[in-house]
T-cell receptor, first 113, second 117 residues
Framework: GDSVTQMEGPVTLSEEAFLTINCTYT??????LFWYVQYPGEGLQLLLK?????DKGSNKGFEATYRKETTSFHLEKGSVQVSDSAVYFC????????????FGRGTQLTVWP | ETGVTQTPRHLVMGMTNKKSLKCEQH?????MYWYKQSAKKPLELMFV???????ENNSVPSRFSPECPNSSHLFLHLHTLQPEDSALYLC????????????????FGPGTRLTVT
């Protein structure tokens, strides 16, 4: 069945370090792909998305490219900040009438000054 | 401000109590969702509503009873819960669910932190 797998955390980085959080998906169709972020005590917020192969989603210095050949949507940021500390969720949908989003387990990121 | 509000933000209830969680969205969406987020477990989809009609019940125990009186409001009625039901309950909304390859970007509320004692 459809699913999303993302690297397990926690990930701990120093400020200005490079960030990669891996995400791969399995789907029978052509899903749209998303990264959501959850700050402490809050709900999930959409960070970026891509709706077709080779699309690049970007926001707040974060980027992810929809790679159909490797079924991946890895999240990257060139220089993280303390304020980026949060839990990051990769998700995929199929555009079906069920409206189901398949979420990864989440990756906790902690950035130290 | 995400456009999706949830009340209360925190709730403590005994196993014999009856309580309700409320969600309201101000985004003009027609699909709404309940999720359960427990520690160390993946986000679990519970219910989906599209134009006030329930389209998915993800094998949720009957002690959780959803209600969607209109496209802007969603409730989760709780009764005789168990301690393992303690979790963060998230509401989300999106554009109406139709086929054709649209992406279903969901907008989340801040959640209700539920503790069952």
């Amino acid at each position: 069945g459809d699913s999303v797998t993302q690297m397990e955390g926690p990930v701990t980085l120093s400020e200005e370090a490079f960030l990669t959080i891996n995400c791969t998906y399995t789907a029978t169709g052509y899903p749209s792909l998303f990264w959501y972020v959850q700050y402490p005590g809050e709900g999930l917020q959409l960070l970026l998305k891509a709706t077709k192969a080779d699309d690049k989603g970007s926001n707040k210095g974060f980027e992810a490219t929809y790679r159909k050949e490797t079924t991946s949507f890895h999240l990257e940021k060139g220089s993280v900040q303390v304020s980026d500390s949060a839990v990051y969720f990769c998700a995929a949908d199929r555009g079906s009438t069920l409206g189901r989003l398949y979420f990864g387990r989440g990756t906790q990121l902690t950035v130290w000054p | 401000e995400t456009g999706v509000t949830q009340t209360p933000r925190h709730l403590v209830m005994g196993m014999t109590n009856k309580k309700s969680l409320k969600c309201e969205q101000h985004l003009g969406h027609n699909a709404m969702y309940w999720y359960k987020q427990s520690a160390k477990k993946p986000l679990e989809l519970m219910f989906v509503y599209n134009f006030k009609e329930q389209t998915e019940n993800n094998s949720v125990p009957s002690r959780f009873s959803p209600e969607c009186p209109n496209s802007s409001h969603l409730f989760l009625h709780l009764h005789t819960l168990q301690p393992e039901d303690s979790a963060l309950y998230l509401c989300a909304s999106s554009q109406e669910l139709v086929g054709g390859g649209s992406s279903y970007e969901q907008y989340f509320g801040p959640g209700t932190r539920l503790t069952v004692t």
